[in-house]
């Protein structure tokens, strides 16, 4: 029995020998299973994406003074469309101000505003489609105003009155939401709308009548990108894969911790390639460069059915929102430097100013028709009543409403008959409802 395995041995050794495959084999073995990565012998760290050692370059069209780069190509765009773009980053600081201050005032409860970065969001804006998804942080109230959302719908949904349809005034300011401009409800947990992006993407690319015609475009700061979401939502984007485009507004903070503090690697952009991904860093403060980024990165988006990544590097000049100082934790002559050296919306007037579509006539009067648009708005939603209290207790779930939130309901109508009009703080806030209150109270 040993001899006649030993003779087998040596027949199966003079066999192999003889046949040409062998080193064919050995050849497929020096690249790993699954993967086409070249094998060496040298150790080699890298610690880069571009592969030299060097930054992410950052795209841009037109400079600090409003001039084209060399080389660089203008978006298409005529003057009237030059003009929207103008009026709406115009719009943005002047709703910022007057409701900011409206907060102050205790009016409403909360704000957050987007001084700095209105080239940002509006060139993103104008270089999706009306009818992709939005899925947006708490900046972005300047898409849903390029795409029509009236100065009505914004002072209804701060105000919580009874035109909101956002919310119903149950959500807090600036939580915007509207199906008919394809806007996603904001919500505050940080960081949700991220994965939930890649999903709704993938949903569009599954429907025979959205497919390669809409994507899911998902906004989100710098801070955000520290979440486990961001890295759930790139890699389901990128596998699935999910025509989604992840907008990352990187404005140096995430409520008090600078960008320094938040990561080690070059910025958010070096992270997409890590998943496969195509992906651009651009000037956010340069509407023209953004428009251009955003519309190229749509088209990859429908062309692949694939996530792409966009980093708009911009600056926060104001406050987080109106529940923090940022002058506790940066010098106040940093924000009026960056206001002074690099303001996006001179930036634009300049270049219009520059093609002959822009005056200072023109600015006057826009500022004008902007202020007392605005405050007409505001002057009729804080005039409105809210939703009926009923509304309180609708919308949670679908169908017939459920035990638990009936006898809630009863409850609280109990009480406010009992106390509704009997106790004077009870009574001044009934009055702020439709109806009093009475839809809860049963006396309807």
Aim: glycine share 10%; proline share 4%; with cysteine.
């Amino acid at each position: 029995m040993i001899r006649t395995w030993r003779t087998a041995q040596r027949f199966a050794s003079r066999n192999l020998q003889s046949r040409p495959f062998l080193s064919t084999t050995c050849s497929r073995l020096e690249n790993l299973p699954k993967s086409n990565s070249p094998i060496v012998s040298k150790l080699d760290f890298f610690n880069s994406v571009t592969g030299n050692g060097s930054q992410i370059p950052t795209y841009r069209v037109i400079d600090g003074s409003g001039k084209l780069l060399e080389g660089a190509e203008l978006p298409e765009m005529d003057e009237a469309f030059a003009k929207r773009l103008y009026e709406n980053m115009m719009l943005l600081p002047t709703l910022d101000n007057v409701l900011y201050n409206v907060q102050r005032q205790g009016k409403i409860s909360f704000y957050m505003t987007a001084y700095g970065e209105e080239a940002t969001i509006i060139g993103s804006a104008a270089g999706l489609d009306k009818e992709d998804e939005v899925l947006g942080q708490y900046r972005e109230m300047g898409v849903l105003l390029w795409r029509g959302f009236s100065l009505d719908n914004v002072m209804a949904q701060c105000f919580g009155n009874e035109e909101d349809f956002s919310g119903k005034g149950r959500q807090m300011p600036v939580h915007f939401g509207s199906p008919k401009h394809h806007f996603h409800t904001i919500s505050s947990p940080l960081g949700t709308q991220i994965p939930q992006a890649a999903g709704i993407g993938y949903a569009l690319r599954r429907d025979p009548n959205r497919r390669g015609r809409s994507i899911a475009a998902c906004y989100f700061g710098e801070g955000a990108a520290s979440e486990g979401d961001f890295h759930a939502g790139l890699l389901l984007a990128s596998t699935i894969p999910s025509p989604t485009l992840y907008i990352a507004r990187n404005n140096g903070f995430a409520i008090s911790t600078p960008s320094t503090e938040q990561y080690h690697g070059d910025g958010i952009a070096a992270r997409g390639p890590g998943y496969g991904i195509d992906t651009i860093r651009v000037d956010g403060n340069d509407v023209l460069a953004v428009l251009n980024a955003v519309r190229e990165a749509r088209r990859r988006c429908l062309e692949q059915g694939r996530a792409v990544l966009l980093e708009a590097m911009s600056y926060r000049v104001g406050h987080h929102s109106t529940s923090d100082d940022s002058f506790a934790y940066r010098p106040r002559s940093e924000v009026e430097d960056r206001k002074r050296i690099d303001n996006p919306i001179v930036r634009f007037r300049l270049f219009l100013e520059a093609q002959g579509w822009w005056n200072a006539e023109a600015e006057a009067d826009l500022k004008a028709r902007l202020r007392a648009d605005v405050m007409k708005s505001f002057k009729r939603a804080e005039s409105l009543k809210r939703h009926e209290l009923g509304e309180l207790f609708s919308d949670v779930y679908a169908g017939e409403q459920p035990w638990n939130l009936r006898e809630q309901k009863e409850e609280l109508g109990r009480l406010l008959r009992k106390y509704g009009n009997a106790w004077e703080p009870w009574k001044k806030e009934l009055s702020k409802f439709k109806n009093n209150g009475e839809d809860v109270m049963g006396r309807l």
